[in-house]
């Protein structure tokens, strides 16, 4: 590991500044009074925001395509989630895909 | 800790379950991870408590480990982690009162957490299954990590058993029942879509709250509802 102090300093600043965002959302919301429709619009964004990330985790890795397995067992867990079978088959469903194909060979 | 098992169905404790049991073995592949990039022990224990944000801690291990400096990968990891400012817009007050509530529970905010809170009817429940998870992530992902530390060479590829595969169908299996709502789909698959378009030439944890514009396609149209 390079110069102990400074990778000290890079894992307290890390620390640090996303205790900051995590303690400020709450205490801006706590505040401010939104109007209903705000009220919801800030719970739309947080859906958007998980759906993005599910979205990019699932498809991409670094800046580029993460291959098929991955999101072909997302795929597969995303279409029994729709059609309400229980969170357990999902997960397992998603994972068991994505470690078949890769089995048979695909990335 | 009991008032969270009588207010949660025993279905949702249990899912919260699974949903740490993944953290854990996230965690132990970023423990293996690390020490194998040249990190000691202390490195991903301290992270994984102190930080508690696996995409940013991942990300910091590999620019350091590349050669990059570590106040930029610290700056990158924060990028990736903006998001919990707007998640923390979004959820009620499933903290609670007093000083050292806020404080611990604004730390246990992560996407499991803020997922399972969504997907719960009534503050009550959001609160308990806030809680649940946040704090099952507190101990499952420092566990995972120094584990993995430990242990690490003896962990193969752990993309063999599709682990990868279960971050993102967690979230999806959380969101879908908001996703039934027409206008939400709409801007969920508009901010996913911007992310995507936006990943190749953008800096890790940027296409994500790009995707924040998604939300746009809500307001526009209100008649829908």
């Known amino acids: 590991m390079k110069d102990t102090t400074l990778v000290v300093a890079g894992m307290l600043t890390l620390s640090a500044g996303t205790f900051a965002f995590r303690f400020s959302g709450p205490v801006l919301r706590q505040r401010i009074t939104f109007p209903p429709r705000a009220g919801k619009l800030l719970e739309a964004g947080a859906v958007v925001l998980l759906a993005a ?20 067992g997302v795929l597969a867990g995303g279409v029994l989630a729709w059609r309400k079978a229980p969170f357990l088959v999902v997960v397992l469903a998603a994972a068991a895909t994505t470690a078949v194909l890769r089995l048979l060979g695909v990335p | 800790m009991s008032s969270i098992y009588r207010t949660l169905a025993g279905g949702t404790l249990r899912d919260i379950a699974l949903a740490c049991l993944a953290v854990w073995f996230i965690g132990l592949s970023y423990g293996a991870i690390a020490v194998a990039s040249g990190f000691p022990l202390w490195v991903p224990a301290a992270q994984s408590v102190l930080v508690l944000a696996g995409a940013s801690e991942f990300l910091f291990i590999g620019i350091v480990a590349a050669g990059g400096s570590p106040l930029a990968a610290a700056a990158a990891g924060l990028l990736v982690n903006a998001r919990h400012l707007p998640y923390g817009l979004a959820l009620p007050d499933v903290t609670g009162p007093g000083l050292a509530r806020r404080l611990l529970g604004s730390h246990v905010m992560n996407d499991e957490s803020v997922v399972f809170t969504l997907a719960q009817e009534g503050l009550p429940r959001k609160r308990a299954a806030y809680w649940a998870c946040g704090l099952g992530v507190l101990l499952c992902w420092p566990a995972g990590a120094v584990l993995g530390a430990l242990i690490g060479g003896m962990i193969g590829n752990t993309g063999a ?29 508009t901010g996913a879509a911007i992310a995507l378009a936006a990943t190749p030439f953008l800096p890790a944890g940027l296409p994500v709250l790009l995707a924040l514009a998604g939300v746009l396609a809500v307001i526009k149209k209100p008649a829908d509802q």
């Open chain 2, 161 to 189: 058993f599709g682990l990868d595969a279960m971050f993102p169908a967690v979230i999806l299996a959380l969101i879908v029942p908001a996703l039934r709502d027409r206008v939400m789909l709409r801007a969920a698959l």
């Open chain 1, 53 to 72: 990330l599910a979205a990019t985790t699932a498809l991409t890795e670094g800046h580029g395509f993460a291959g098929p397995a991955r999101p072909a």
